[in-house]
């Protein structure tokens, strides 16, 4: 049958690819969420050639702006 020393290698190894796939997915998801922050917090950028306008927010846009200046409903009522 098998020796002690080679039931402990296989009994090492096996350890050792558990964790090692454990490692990947925790660095694969850590990776995936590192990524979506980054592509959020650049949705609001304009490309250097453009001419500059209001800051924005991520996800929110100018909606801060409309809101913040007469209300969104008030504007509307005013315009008909």
Not at 18 to 37: C, E, I, P
């Amino acid at each position: 049958m098998y020796s002690s020393s080679s039931r402990k290698q296989n009994e090492r190894r096996q350890r050792l690819a558990s964790v090692t796939m454990k490692d990947y997915a925790v660095y694969g998801l850590l990776g995936l969420f590192l990524y979506a922050v980054f592509r959020i917090m650049r949705v609001g950028r304009r490309p250097a050639n453009y001419p500059p306008g209001p800051p924005t927010l991520p996800i929110l846009g100018n909606i801060h702006q409309v809101l913040g200046a007469a209300g969104l409903l008030s504007t509307g009522a005013d315009l008909g």
